[in-house]
C-alpha cells in the first residue's frame, strides 16, 4: 500500500530556512511525480513544486521561484523541499503528494493520487 509522511516543519524567524522530507513507500516503482503543496489558514490550496519522476524537471510556482528547491534521492524514497528565505506568508500547513499516472509533474491538485498527512511551517518574528 503507497503511503506518504512528510516531515521537517516548524517554527522559523523571517529569513530562516527549513528543510521539508518527504518518504514515500510502497510504489510498485519509482516512476512517479511528486507534488509540494501548501494551505494557509482561509485559502485555498496552492501548488508550489513538482518534481517529475521520469525526468527529475521540476516546476516551481512564481511565490517560491528563487527561494525553494526541492530535489529527489531516489534510493532513500525520499523527496526534499528546501526553503529559505522565508516570510510570514509561507506559512501554511504544506502536504507532499504522488502522482503515478502523467508523464511530468504539475501544480494542479486534482492530478495526484496520494497525499500525506502534511506538516505545519509557521514564520514569525
Known amino acids: 500500500q503507497a503511503q506518504i509522511v512528510e516531515s521537517g516543519g516548524g517554527s522559523v524567524h523571517p529569513g530562516g530556512s527549513l528543510r521539508l522530507s518527504c518518504v514515500t513507500s510502497g510504489f510498485t516503482s519509482d516512476d512517479y511525480n511528486i507534488g509540494w503543496f501548501r494551505q494557509a489558514p482561509g485559502k485555498e490550496r496552492e501548488g508550489i513544486a513538482c518534481?517529475?519522476?521520469?525526468?527529475?524537471?521540476?516546476v516551481y510556482d512564481d511565490s517560491v521561484k528563487g527561494r525553494f528547491t526541492t530535489s529527489r534521492d531516489v534510493a532513500k524514497g525520499t523527496t526534499y523541499l528546501q526553503m529559505n528565505s522565508l516570510t510570514p506568508e509561507d506559512t501554511a500547513v504544506y502536504s507532499c503528494?504522488?502522482?503515478?499516472?502523467?508523464?511530468?509533474?504539475?501544480?494542479?491538485?486534482?492530478?495526484?493520487?496520494?497525499w500525506g498527512q502534511g506538516t505545519q511551517v509557521t514564520v514569525s518574528s
Open positions: 503528494t504522488a502522482d503515478v499516472t502523467w508523464p511530468y509533474c504539475s501544480l494542479s491538485p486534482q492530478l495526484y493520487d496520494y
Open positions: 518534481i517529475s519522476g521520469s525526468s527529475g524537471g521540476t
